[in-house]
């Protein structure tokens, strides 16, 4: 069971608006900045979104990240066929002195 | 360019130990902290290990703790885990990934290895 929770899965049709939730406490999300991975269908994980918002070079505008009390949310506007992917959030939790991540939610467009 | 090359893995029985190495490029090894990132066959991912740039600082997950030592050999720009005492459930392919900056608690893990396979098994 993982420390952070995330739906297992997500869809929507091309050009949606689709968003991922996270859910944390006070130890991790609460206390640091959320990051968010993508992970394609056999391939090593990509920084998607980190510190909440920010959106590392070459990632798309439609990419987008927030942060709220104990949660996080990752949204992507006008989706495609090329979003199908595995995505995972994670944060460092101060208790636990490590990063943890989500379960992950596998994004299926429809 | 970065880039991050795992070797190492294979099969090993359970009790035994490995060594993984994760050989970087195209980047100031020093200045960066690194982690290893497992995920088992159809899971998701699970951090195990962190080291700060100097290699001052190393962090472990519980599941982990006393049985793996995480290590760097800056002059070689090489990361290393070894991994002591393996269980079935370290079945996992194990990337190695770059973090942003020195620290290992507030940086996110900007590029990543594709990743070596550990299998443990009788």
């Known amino acids: 069971q993982s420390v952070l929770t995330q739906p297992p899965s997500a869809s929507g049709t091309p050009g949606q608006r689709v968003t991922i939730s996270c859910s944390g406490s006070s130890s991790n999300i609460g206390s640091d900045t959320v990051n968010w991975y993508q992970q394609l269908p056999g391939t090593a994980p990509k920084l998607l979104i980190y510190d909440d918002n920010q959106r590392p070079s070459g990632v798309p505008a439609r990419f987008s990240g927030s942060r709220s009390g104990t949660s996080a949310s990752l949204a992507i506007s006008g989706l495609q066929s090329e979003d199908e992917a595995d995505y995972y959030c994670a944060a460092w939790d101060d208790s636990l002195n490590g990063w943890v991540f989500g379960g992950g939610t596998k994004l299926t467009v429809l | 360019e970065v880039q991050l090359v795992e070797s190492g893995g294979g099969l090993v029985q359970p009790g035994g130990s490995l060594r993984l190495s994760c050989a970087a490029s195209g980047l100031t090894f020093s200045i960066y902290s690194m982690n290893w990132v497992r995920q088992a066959p159809g899971k998701g991912l699970e951090w195990v290990s962190g080291i700060s740039g100097s290699g001052g600082s190393t962090y472990y997950a519980a599941s982990v703790k006393g049985r793996f030592t995480i290590s760097r050999d800056n002059s070689k720009k090489t990361l290393f885990l070894q991994m002591n005492n393996l269980r079935a459930a370290d079945t996992a392919v194990y990337y190695c990934?770059?973090?942003?900056?020195?620290?290992?608690?507030?940086?996110?893990?900007?590029?990543w290895g594709q990743g070596t396979l550990v299998t443990v098994s009788s």
């Open positions: 990934a770059k973090a942003a900056g020195t620290a290992v608690n507030t940086h996110a893990s900007d590029y």
